[in-house]
């Protein structure tokens, strides 16, 4: 009696792990950082009008200072950065609504600047399983994908920066920014510069060079080992204001 009992208490407990983990992999697999598309509009053929409406965005939610676009992954979401006394991982698990969600937002920290002028700018995304937020890094780790594929857009209010692809890689989970002080010593630049134009793995754009008056922007996710990163670096080639900011 006492058995069948103590079975019954099992199966019970092990059905509710069961169920605990179905919808913990549902949310998994839905989570997408919320529909973010009717905050894009028709813009003309040069590409020089805004597509993004930022007005609408920041309504929402002022933490929202860019979109990223990287043409041929899913790559197409709004850029936060946390301005109150938060985390400054807050947009790890938080979506551009700042509703509590497992896919967060793309996001940089508080120690770069929202105008993207620092030399290193940092941006962070989960790399889904069901392909959203920074999950198209990886496809940046098969060479024919790399090699056909070079540019990432990033729109602001008041203009369009375009990023050269130069290299994508594998690394280890430390803190960029801090590791190397905020890039405010010139040595500690070309030391990360040196990493990014000859990676220990991956690949790297050929005729690539950077200068101290670069502004790199790397993409940064989590590989398939926890303590590992997997990072995309691009460097600022060229800066336009939107016909409404001349």
């Known amino acids: 009696m006492i058995l069948k009992r103590i079975r019954k208490i099992i199966l019970a407990v092990c059905f509710f792990i069961f169920c605990i983990s179905v919808l913990f992999l549902r949310m998994i697999l839905l ?3 919320g529909d973010t598309s009717r905050f894009r509009m028709k813009s003309k053929e040069d590409g020089m009008e805004n597509p993004i409406d ?4 920041q309504e929402i939610n002022p933490d929202i200072y860019a979109w990223i676009q990287v043409p041929g992954t899913r790559i197409d979401y709004p850029v936060a950065s946390i ?12 979506n551009f609504r700042k509703i509590y969600e497992f896919a967060g937002t793309i996001y940089s920290h508080k ?3 929202r105008d993207l002028s620092d030399p290193v700018t940092i941006l962070y995304g989960h790399n889904m399983i069901n392909g959203s937020m920074f999950a198209g890094v990886k496809k940046f ?13 990033v729109f602001t209010p008041e203009q369009r920066l375009t990023y050269r692809i ?3 890689y ?5 803190d960029i920014l801090k590791h190397y002080g905020l890039f405010q010593n010139k040595n500690l630049l070309e030391d990360y510069h040196r990493v990014i134009n000859q990676p220990e793995n991956g690949f790297t754009r050929k005729g690539s060079s950077l200068g101290a008056d670069d502004h790199i922007l790397t993409l940064s996710t989590c590989s398939s080992i926890s303590t590992r990163r997997r990072l995309l670096q691009t460097v600022l080639i060229e800066s336009r204001l939107w016909e409404n900011t001349k």
């Open 83 to 94: 301005t109150g006394k938060e985390n400054e991982d807050y947009y790890l698990n938080h």
């Open 31 to 33: 989570s997408d950082g």
């Open 166 to 168: 130069i290299s994508c």
């Open 170 to 174: 594998e690394s280890d989970n430390k």
């Open 54 to 57: 930022f007005k609408k965005l």
């Open 141 to 153: 780790a098969d060479k024919e994908f790399f090699e056909n594929h070079n540019t990432v857009y």
């Open 111 to 113: 120690e770069n600047a």
